[in-house]
């Protein structure tokens, strides 16, 4: 990824994440990007989307290795783990193809179209 594209990532999560007060939001008005936000969005939305999903799971398993060690089970550890060797055109490409397969579920979060195709997948089977 470009360092163009990673500041544009990060510029894109900052943008959202100030444009409102979403911990203040009772969790039904809380809006998490679905199938309707990514098939309207540009490739260049798409990518900065991805980037910002990236960075929020990097920091959170930082900060849990900090705040939770020996923990590795918390969501963002295990989202590192499964993301490990994805890259953002995989990504693109998959969510894409699942969105396409899938039009009457445009409703699901594009976070656990993420995480059931591409992060679980590549996790070890639960014992």
């Not at 360092?3 to 809380?30: E, H, K, Y």
């Not at 295990?78 to 193809?97: I, M, P, S």
């Amino acid at each position: 990824m470009s360092t163009a594209t990673t500041v544009r990532g990060i510029a894109f999560a900052v943008a959202l994440m100030a444009s409102g007060p979403a911990a203040a939001q009772p969790t039904s008005q809380v809006h998490l990007a679905d199938g309707h936000d990514w098939t309207r969005s540009s490739s260049d939305q798409r990518r900065a989307y991805l980037a910002g999903i990236s960075n929020v799971i990097s920091v959170g398993a930082a900060w849990d290795g900090k705040n939770t060690p020996g923990q590795e089970d918390t969501f963002s550890r295990t989202a590192q783990r499964g993301l490990k060797d994805v890259h953002v055109e995989e990504a693109v490409q998959a969510v894409d193809g699942w969105y396409r397969a899938n039009p009457t579920q445009l409703d699901k979060p594009v976070l656990s179209v993420i995480w059931r195709e591409l992060a679980r997948p590549r996790l070890p089977a639960a014992k």
